[in-house]
């Protein structure tokens, strides 16, 4: 079984300030990691994913997020926040061997508040 | 534009009462899902399919059925037998590429009066 762990459910952080939203996984073998990111009463968005390669993947919005396989995690981070920022992100996992059900899983999401 | 549009947007049934919710796609995904999310718990699958005529059970099936009669098209049926099915639902697809994200419709939010 996969999962994913999102530890805060919310996090602080002042405009101009950098940010980081914390993911852990875990999967059998190597997974696929994605973030999203959802505003009030829609769907959610795509920012991006870490496939192979990089450890750093660059996505939408200037975010960024880095894959540490031997911690098993895939933070978020954005070098200055903004207030727009603010929404509700989401970490999923897929494992590289699954050919089958290909659906994601996710975490139970961190709400980010970009104070002014 | 391409992308996926679920309908309605807002909902409100009676205890007792079947409802449909309805997802349409337009990006020529093989691959449609169905997610449930409550606050605090993220999303969870109810059914996926893969492919037209085809569908499997995902991690909260009970009490929803659903069909997949055209690729474009993949309805959610919320019956009787869902114990709470107030929730905010989302339809989502992706292509057969094994590295594909998924791509959400705008959501359905569903209430039990």
């Known amino acids: 079984a996969q999962s994913v762990a999102q530890p805060e459910d919310q996090v602080n952080v002042a405009e101009g300030n950098p940010l980081t939203v914390k993911c852990t996984y875990s999967?059998?073998?190597?997974?696929?990691l994605f973030w999203y990111v959802q505003y009030p009463n829609r769907g959610l968005q795509f920012l991006l994913k870490?496939?192979?390669?990089?450890?750093l993947v660059k996505g939408s919005y200037g975010f960024e997020a880095e894959f540490n396989k031997s911690q098993t995690s895939f933070h978020l981070k954005k070098p200055s926040a903004l207030v727009s920022d603010s929404a509700l992100y989401f970490c999923?996992?897929?494992?590289?061997?699954?050919?089958?059900?290909?659906?994601?899983?996710f975490g139970s999401g961190t709400r980010l508040q970009v104070q002014p | 534009d391409g992308g996926i549009t679920q309908s309605p947007k807002y909902l409100f049934r009676k205890e007792g009462q079947n409802v449909t919710l309805s997802c349409e796609q337009n990006?020529?995904?093989?691959?449609m899902y169905w997610y449930r999310q409550d606050p605090g718990q993220g999303l969870r699958l109810i059914y996926y399919?893969?492919?037209?005529?085809?569908?499997q059970k995902g991690d909260i099936a009970e009490g929803y059925s659903v069909s997949r009669e055209k690729k474009e098209s993949f309805p959610l049926t919320v019956t009787s037998a869902q114990k709470n099915p107030t929730a905010f639902y989302l339809c989502?697809?992706?292509?057969?590429?094994?590295?594909?994200?998924?791509?959400f419709g705008e959501g359905s939010r569903l209430t039990v009066l």
């Open positions: 999967v059998s073998g190597n997974p696929y």
């Open positions: 999923a996992v897929r494992s590289v061997g699954d050919t089958g059900r290909r659906a994601l899983t």
């Open positions: 399919s893969q492919i037209v005529n085809d569908f």
């Open positions: 989502a697809s992706n292509d057969y590429s094994n590295t594909g994200e998924l791509f």
């Open positions: 990006l020529n995904h093989d691959a």
């Open positions: 870490y496939i192979t390669g990089d450890n």
